[in-house]
């Protein structure tokens, strides 16, 4: 453990006033080209795309420990159940600064074969263009009819039985991702893993609609196939790929083509209506992969800043990513390489500052945010300061590319806050606020009562969840700005009331 001498200096008298003078030579004093290196380290082939549980999640908590160590943080003592972590554990089991479990690890061959066509004609798919396997999916070894089931859902409060009527056993179901806006109830995907598997269906199939709902058409979302875990627990679940729209267009259209509409119209029916749309297709799947779940190590990394009050706030970035499942390689530069380095950025430029915070500041490196939360959740079960006087938790994720727009979830919190911190950094104009927004380790925090405030780039992420997601695509602008809004976002909350 080590601690930079200027965090235990006693303040000065002009506090207040040198508080805001030292802000603004930190915010000019934040190394892009750090950030660009922090990136590149994280998201070249030595880390592995960083998927939680394996080593190489290990690897890369170790990695942003010693950056903790070097900028000089605080490590706080971990108890980790008894679980005792080789490289981390001291003599009594604790750990400092690494907070671990053990979790399930998906892992997926690298020989997926999958085919599609009509009964005289299989044409094998190509991985990653045609269809990703759900990383989570159980191994698959199966043939079958492709049936259409609309959105996949079965909810009769609703008056929503996408199989109704319709035959499904030993056949190979296709359905829709998400959900048409009149059905009011949520659905996961693995709920509708559960309705397929209940109604016999050997697998399935997923797909974006041609028809995209505004918002995600602002977020760029494709038609491409996705990285994804959302598998149902093992003993529920039967294998599954995310498939293209275009591939989706192609076995509605029909054997000879004739109907290239088909799911169009489809789709614009189920959105209008909640009567069934189901059908038979004239077309066949075929789905051969290896999968295995194992036990491994998650681990979230931990440093801080003391305050000189009893007060914490928590800022927080997801290091870990999906791996190399089906022997592809994804990086994760944006997601979340770019959000690591920019709390490491952040970090270094507070302690090296002499901005002396009333509040802690801990520092969180999380994994298994791609795995459900896992990290996020795990620390919220064994928080390190008190729930109650940790008075917020500010989340970066997606950092590195964009519009050059800011988009901030606020909750909890006057949105005024955040406009505030915008405007220390002369960025207010950028700031596109928002309330709540599903999804990131941010939610954890919020249902636990801790006031959020994520931070995203805005516009669109051409690379989301893709194996293109490398260090090369990364806008320094954008970087810039998130980690010039985050700082002074983090320095008002940390010496404000
Ligand atoms: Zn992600």
Redesign the pocket.
């Known amino acids: 453990m080590c601690c930079a001498a200027v965090l235990l200096l006693p303040t000065t008298p002009a506090h207040a006033q040198s508080s805001g003078t030292a802000l603004q030579t930190a915010l000019e004093s934040l190394s892009i080209e750090q950030m660009l290196a922090d990136i590149q380290t994280l998201s070249a082939p030595a880390f592995n795309g960083r998927q939680a549980g394996t080593d190489d999640d290990l690897r890369s908590a170790l990695w942003v420990q010693e950056v903790f160590r070097t900028i000089g943080l605080r490590f706080p003592t971990v108890f980790n159940d008894r679980l005792t972590v080789p490289e981390v554990s001291g003599t009594e089991g604790s750990a400092l600064g690494i907070m671990a479990a053990i979790v399930p690890v998906p892992l997926l061959g690298s020989n997926s074969v999958v085919r599609i066509g009509t009964d005289d004609q299989f044409v094998t798919a190509q991985l990653t263009t045609d269809y990703l396997p759900i990383f989570d999916s159980p191994g698959a070894d199966i043939q079958g009819p492709i049936v259409f089931v609309g959105y996949g859902i079965v909810d009769p409060a609703q008056g929503i039985d996408d199989y109704a009527g319709i035959d499904v056993t030993n056949r190979i179901v296709l359905f829709l991702r998400g959900k048409p806006a009149h059905a009011q109830h949520p659905v996961s995907h693995a709920d509708k893993v559960r309705f397929a598997r209940d109604h016999g269906a050997l697998g399935y199939l997923t797909a974006t609609g041609p028809i995209l709902h505004p918002y995600e058409a602002t977020r760029g979302v494709t038609g491409r196939p996705s990285?994804y875990y959302g598998q149902p627990p093992s003993d529920q679940a039967i294998p599954g790929a995310w498939i293209s729209t275009a591939l989706a267009e192609r076995i509605l259209a029909g054997s000879h083509g004739t109907a290239p509409d088909r799911l169009r119209t489809l789709q614009a029916q189920l959105n209008t209506t909640s009567a069934t749309r189901s059908s038979r297709t004239d077309h066949y799947a075929a789905l051969h992969w290896k999968s295995t779940t194992q036990d491994g190590l998650l681990t979230n990394v931990i440093g801080l800043i003391p305050g000189t009050g009893p007060d914490t706030i928590i800022i927080g970035a997801?290091r870990d990513?999906?791996g190399q499942p089906a022997g592809l390689l994804f990086p994760?530069a944006d997601?979340?390489a770019s959000g690591t380095a920019v709390m490491l950025e952040v970090a270094r430029t507070i302690a090296h500052s002499g901005l002396r915070p009333q509040r802690t500041i801990l520092f969180l490196s999380f994994s298994g945010?791609?795995n459900d939360l896992l990290g996020s959740r795990l620390y919220i079960s064994r928080p390190l300061a008190p729930l109650s006087a940790t008075k917020a938790m500010i989340n970066i994720?997606?950092a590195g590319i964009g519009s050059g727009r800011l988009t901030v979830g606020v909750t909890g919190l006057d949105k005024s806050v955040a406009h505030q911190a915008g405007e220390t950094a002369g960025l207010a104009s950028i700031l596109d606020l928002f309330g709540f927004f599903p999804g990131g380790d941010h939610v954890p925090f919020k249902e636990a009562g801790i006031p959020t405030v994520t931070v995203v780039s805005g516009g669109v992420h051409p690379h989301?969840?893709q194996p293109t997601d490398s260090a090369e695509t990364i806008n320094s602008d954008i970087l810039r700005m998130v980690a010039q809004y985050v700082l002074s976002l983090t320095v008002q909350l940390a010496t404000g009331p």
């Open positions: 990285a997801h990513h999906f994760g997601d979340n945010e791609e994720d997606h989301y969840h």
